[in-house]
């Protein structure tokens, strides 16, 4: 009876070792294949925060493999925070937009007329992020800027594919723009904004509302560091950024796939470009070229990619990717000219970098006045990290300062 027990104690400790391993071995490896430039804003808190992040992706996998729970559903509990307590200069409310649930954000304070109104939709891969983990950017937005917010809880992918997500949003702008008064709101003063996929999202509400007459025109876009095209993900950004935390080109390319999917089966050919067919390529170019990017965001190193014929299995796969509500950056001149002003907020060490300045670019051309606040020491997800104690970064909260202060302005 000694000796099973002792048997069964040695099997433990060899099954703890061996996670122990893995986790170590797995977190190693993650570290060792990124990259922090010397120009980022306190490179050492965000490898502490990289670590922070990639633990607990390896402890979601550890638990899916023991049956306890999946890997994606642990990391969205880890990372979807809290419902915070009352705030003395804030009414906050839960609500349905149709059948989307918001949360509105409306400051205590009288007011002598009719207040902005600002939707935000979060950033997240598609797959991430909620009401509650974007509570303290929409707070500070609602009180710093006096407008009320609402922000929108669309549905997430993998379980739910692209257009899913990008109708959550569109409804609820629609029902918002239709109501506004309600909520103290000026209906020709509300301001359509979000966060990297938010970003996208908010980009592409924009435009279809370009065409909707029987609604209020759009005051307002505000863009921060938006994922805006799907085509090429070998621009300068992607290259030079193409291990900084907390965004990966790789991992940009899983997140489109699994929003336009559900599925990743063509990640290896949507990085080479191989997922599009070179008239596509050419018929896009004009938007798309590097060409159109300054030359002062090439000095890190670039060299332009030689388009790749695609296989039409792929191409069919994947080619809703083309779609201006999937990826904004290719809609028409015509959409472009009717956006209205808009604010882009970029960041230096972001795979996405590229994305936004062409997008600007784009909007420039079309006679749409642009105020760019581009973060020179800043990474993917920097706004989010504004409040986060001893991991807050400085950056991003004058990034969101300068949000503030363009909303003020409106």
């Known amino acids: 009876m000694e000796f099973v027990y002792a048997l069964l104690v040695l099997v433990l400790a060899v099954f703890i070792a061996a996670f122990i391993l893995l986790v170590v071995g797995t977190i190693y490896f993650d570290l060792s294949n990124s990259e922090i430039p010397l120009g980022v804003d306190q490179p050492l808190k965000l490898r502490i925060l990289h670590s922070i992040l990639i633990g607990t992706a390896v402890l979601g996998k550890i638990l899916e493999k023991l049956g306890l729970c999946s890997q994606l559903g642990f990391t969205r509990y880890m990372r979807r925070g809290k419902k915070l307590g009352e705030d003395p200069k804030l009414f906050i409310k839960d609500l349905q937009f149709g059948k989307v649930p918001v949360r509105i954000y409306q400051p205590r304070a009288p007011s002598a007329g009719r207040r902005r109104g600002v939707i935000y939709f979060h950033g997240g891969g598609w797959m991430f992020g909620s009401i509650n983990s974007y509570e303290p950017i929409c707070r500070y937005i609602a009180r710093e800027s006096e407008s009320v917010v609402v922000s929108v809880e669309y549905r997430l992918a993998p379980e739910h594919t692209y257009p899913a997500q990008y109708e959550d949003c569109l409804t609820a702008t629609t029902h918002f723009m239709k109501t506004a008064e309600d909520y103290g709101v000026d209906p020709a003063c509300i301001i359509i904004s979000g966060d990297s996929a938010g970003g996208n999202l908010a980009a592409a509400v924009c435009q279809t509302l370009v065409g909707r007459p029987d609604l209020p025109k759009v005051h307002a876009q505000v863009l ?187």
């Open 224 to 410: 921060i560091y938006p994922c805006l095209q799907s085509i090429d993900f070998n621009l300068p950004s992607y290259q030079q950024n193409c291990a900084v935390p907390i965004l990966f080109r790789e991992r940009t390319a899983f997140y489109v796939l699994q929003y336009l999917k559900g599925d990743v089966s063509f990640l290896e050919d949507v990085l080479e470009g191989s997922h599009m067919p070179v008239d596509v390529k050419l018929k896009f170019r004009k938007w798309l070229s590097a060409d159109n990017i300054p030359k002062e965001f090439k000095v890190r190193g670039y060299k332009p990619k030689v388009p790749i014929q695609s296989s039409n299995e792929v191409y069919e796969a994947v080619k809703k990717i083309c779609e201006p509500a999937f990826s904004p950056l290719l809609t028409e001149d015509a959409v472009v000219r009717q956006l209205p002003e808009s604010f882009i907020l970029t960041c230096e060490y972001d795979v996405l970098r590229d994305d936004a300045l062409l997008y600007k670019k784009r909007l420039e051309d079309g006679g749409v006045p642009v105020t760019w606040y581009h973060i020179e020491n800043g990474f993917h997800g920097i706004i989010s990290l504004f409040d986060k104690g001893r991991l807050s970064f400085p950056a991003g909260k004058k990034g969101l300062d300068n949000i503030v202060n363009f909303l003020r302005s409106l």
